[in-house]
């Protein structure tokens, strides 16, 4: 696969570094294989990321507190994790035979050991000794693998040197972390961690402890529909409901993939087939342009569309196992299609619409993702072939599959899919940040034009201030919703965690009815039946309705909301009072209603909003009880 170009002595901060590929060929013959489509798109994607990462790496030899880090356009501070880096710029440095990865390897990681390494073994998540340390398994693995596949580009002396290093972070987590220590990724990605450790410094008691984790792994899959939990705090906290806290990006985009790693690696059967199942139930949250629903996930603030903002990327998990199921290899192309569609200037954005917004990327998106990317290209032969022309499981009208174990139905029929969710498991009990639930019609696409609605955060509220971006623009939610503003507050179904929801479903139509309360993210209602509402969506082929009503005696003017994803090139046009078109490259979304629509007056008419990174034309309709007001949404 790689071209093994002889990379003469390099020279380095007063240090020499030897790369004897050309004995490496002498030795192994051409390693060059066929690169399939979707290997080609991705060594392209990674090319283009490495080169991004390296123009924003910061050179500044007398000031160790900043030289080698890899600088964010869009953050004030450093990532202590991208030293998560050295992984693909070594790869390149390996596959291209140029000179200017090697460097950037080696400053980033000099930049980690001078400013978030620690005694103990670990690193930290900013350069603040009391900072996080959990992160030190995603550093071990980005490690583990440049120097098992190629630390021969390294000196002897760097290569020693990054080996101890490796001992000392592999010793770390073999005393701190358990299956359950904390949120389920990082006992989960410790799985894989510790059997890579283990086989690369050659040490049982690394392989032997991730196999005792591997034995717990069973533990954590939902019934009925094998969806892994524990993102939450505490870990096996359920809701009033009953349920337990999952979160679809960091189930797809870190905790699987190691799992199934390590499983492949020890040739677990009984692990893999209980992999397959779990990935064939979380595939079928991706939609049809690659990006993953997780409009309801616990950690929801993070959501990025493509997936969410701190973690590695489906592709080894599911890319891995497409010989077992052939979805799962689309899975794994059209979520790098769209990590491709979401780059501009070497650098991942994090949303669809943040290049047309002006909004600048945070660089943690990519040097987190480029990981997966090099893996890829580093299975070479081991990667099952990719097949990019099976279907996703939202592309077959199978027309409702409910997951009660996170109350949310998903939707699927000749031209819409959709997703209605009324989950209650929250991640933090003292914060309101709410992801979508209330009975939210949180994700709205159709076949030809795409992306309609996508749910945001009622509020946007920075949960984990190292790795969120702030945004300064009008805060607005993008889910579809009830809302009342008075002199008081704001409530609204978003807020609401009893909402009761029943589904229908006849030969023509699905049906999804609504119960709500309003209220405000303190989770107080409106004064006594005030706070009662319905909502009621019903898909058919040719469109979907969305219809609310204040109930009987409900004397309070409420607004329905219906933020439509759309980027502001996009022509809006408003025929008449109850009739608004909006313009989109593969047909027209046209919005009739009962009653007057109008738009909130914005700068370029548009919201936006950093989860999911998407623009959208705010529409409304007042609702009282005097009126139902239903909006039919249909596509020219």
């Given at each position: 696969?790689?071209?093994?170009?002889?990379?003469?002595?390099?020279?380095?901060?007063?240090?020499?570094?030897?790369?004897?590929?050309?004995?490496?060929?002498?030795?192994?013959?051409?390693?060059?294989?066929?690169?399939?489509?979707?290997?080609?798109?991705?060594?392209?994607?990674?090319?283009?990321?490495?080169?991004?990462?390296?123009?924003?790496?910061?050179?500044?030899?007398?000031?160790?507190?900043?030289?080698?880090?890899?600088?964010?356009?869009?953050?004030?501070?450093?990532?202590?994790?991208?030293?998560?880096?050295?992984?693909?710029?070594?790869?390149?440095?390996?596959?291209?035979?140029?000179?200017?990865?090697?460097?950037?390897?080696?400053?980033?990681?000099?930049?980690?050991?001078?400013?978030?390494?620690?005694?103990?073994?670990?690193?930290?998540?900013?350069?603040?000794?009391?900072?996080?340390?959990?992160?030190?398994?995603?550093?071990?693995?980005?490690?583990?693998?440049?120097?098992?596949?190629?630390?021969?580009?390294?000196?002897?002396?760097?290569?020693?040197?990054?080996?101890?290093?490796?001992?000392?972070?592999?010793?770390?987590?073999?005393?701190?972390?358990?299956?359950?220590?904390?949120?389920?990724?990082?006992?989960?990605?410790?799985?894989?961690?510790?059997?890579?450790?283990?086989?690369?410094?050659?040490?049982?008691?690394?392989?032997?402890?991730?196999?005792?984790?591997?034995?717990?792994?069973?533990?954590?899959?939902?019934?009925?529909?094998?969806?892994?939990?524990?993102?939450?705090?505490?870990?096996?906290?359920?809701?009033?409901?009953?349920?337990?806290?999952?979160?679809?990006?960091?189930?797809?985009?870190?905790?699987?993939?190691?799992?199934?790693?390590?499983?492949?690696?020890?040739?677990?059967?009984?692990?893999?087939?209980?992999?397959?199942?779990?990935?064939?139930?979380?595939?079928?949250?991706?939609?049809?342009?690659?990006?993953?629903?997780?409009?309801?996930?616990?950690?929801?603030?993070?959501?990025?569309?493509?997936?969410?903002?701190?973690?590695?990327?489906?592709?080894?998990?599911?890319?891995?196992?497409?010989?077992?199921?052939?979805?799962?290899?689309?899975?794994?192309?059209?979520?790098?299609?769209?990590?491709?569609?979401?780059?501009?200037?070497?650098?991942?954005?994090?949303?669809?619409?943040?290049?047309?917004?002006?909004?600048?990327?945070?660089?943690?998106?990519?040097?987190?993702?480029a990981k997966p990317l090099a893996g890829i290209l580093d299975a070479g032969k081991k990667l099952p072939k990719i097949d990019i022309n099976s279907a996703l499981p939202c592309e077959i009208a199978y027309g409702v599959k409910e997951f009660p174990e996170i109350s949310t139905w998903l939707i699927s029929n000749k031209s819409w899919r959709g997703t209605v969710t009324s989950y209650d498991a929250l991640y933090i009990k003292d914060k309101p940040v709410q992801q979508a639930t209330g009975g939210a019609l949180s994700v709205l696409y159709h076949k030809k034009v795409g992306l309609l609605f996508a749910a945001s955060m009622a509020k946007y509220i920075i949960v984990e201030t190292n790795n969120q971006q702030h945004y300064d623009g009008e805060e607005f939610a993008l889910t579809p919703r009830i809302e009342v503003k008075n002199e008081t507050g704001w409530f609204t179904n978003l807020y609401d965690l009893e909402a009761e929801v029943k589904e229908s479903t006849s030969a023509d139509e699905i049906c999804f009815e609504v119960a709500t309360k309003l209220q405000n993210e303190k989770r107080e209602k409106l004064s006594g039946v005030n706070s009662n509402f319905s909502l009621k969506y019903k898909f058919t082929d040719d469109s979907v309705e969305v219809i609310a009503n204040a109930l009987k005696d409900n004397n309070t003017e409420a607004s329905l909301v219906l933020p439509v994803a759309s980027v502001n090139s996009e022509k809006v046009i408003q025929t008449t009072a109850n009739r608004i078109e909006i313009v989109k490259p593969e047909g027209t979304v046209v919005l009739e209603s009962n009653v007057p629509l109008s738009i909130k007056p914005t700068e370029r008419g548009r919201v936006f909003n950093l989860v999911p990174g998407v623009e959208a034309v705010p529409v409304l309709a007042k609702v009282s009880s005097e009126n139902h007001v239903s909006v039919k949404i249909s596509i020219i």
């Open positions: 696969m790689r071209r093994r170009k002889f990379v003469k002595n390099i020279g380095l901060g007063g240090l020499v570094f030897s790369t004897p590929l050309s004995g490496l060929l002498s030795a192994c013959g051409d390693t060059k294989i066929e690169l399939s489509e979707f290997q080609q798109m991705v060594k392209d994607l990674l090319t283009d990321w490495c080169d991004g990462m390296i123009r924003n790496q910061i050179v500044e030899p007398a000031n160790p507190e900043r030289h080698g880090a890899l600088g964010c356009p869009s953050c004030d501070h450093i990532h202590g994790r991208c030293m998560d880096a050295v992984y693909p710029f070594l790869f390149m440095a390996d596959e291209s035979g140029d000179k200017k990865y090697l460097d950037a390897a080696v400053l980033v990681m000099q930049w980690a050991e001078n400013n978030v390494s620690q005694a103990d073994g670990s690193w930290t998540v900013i350069p603040n000794p009391k900072s996080w340390k959990g992160i030190s398994v995603f550093g071990a693995i980005a490690l583990g693998e440049a120097l098992h596949y190629h630390g021969h580009v390294l000196s002897e002396a760097i290569r020693n040197s990054w080996t101890e290093r490796l001992r000392k972070v592999a010793d770390y987590i073999l005393k701190t972390f358990s299956i359950d220590f904390t949120n389920v990724n990082y006992g989960f990605t410790a799985v894989y961690g510790l059997h890579l450790m283990g086989k690369v410094l050659h040490e049982p008691k690394y392989t032997d402890r991730s196999k005792e984790l591997a034995k717990e792994v069973k533990n954590f899959f939902t019934k009925p529909n094998t969806l892994l939990w524990g993102e939450a705090k505490p870990i096996d906290k359920k809701s009033a409901k009953g349920l337990p806290g999952v979160d679809l990006g960091y189930n797809v985009e870190e905790s699987l993939n190691s799992v199934v790693l390590y499983a492949i690696e020890e040739n677990d059967t009984e692990l893999l087939e209980l992999l397959e199942k779990s990935l064939a139930s979380h595939a079928e949250f991706m939609l049809p342009d690659g990006a993953w629903d997780n409009t309801w996930g616990t950690r929801h603030n993070k959501w990025s569309y493509w997936g969410s903002r701190t973690t590695d990327g489906c592709q080894m998990g599911f890319g891995m196992m497409a010989d077992r199921n052939p979805a799962f290899g689309r899975v794994a192309y059209q979520s790098t299609k769209l990590l491709k569609d979401c780059t501009a200037d070497g650098l991942l954005h994090g949303g669809p619409h943040y290049i047309s917004h002006g909004i600048k990327p945070c660089i943690h998106h990519t040097f987190a993702h």
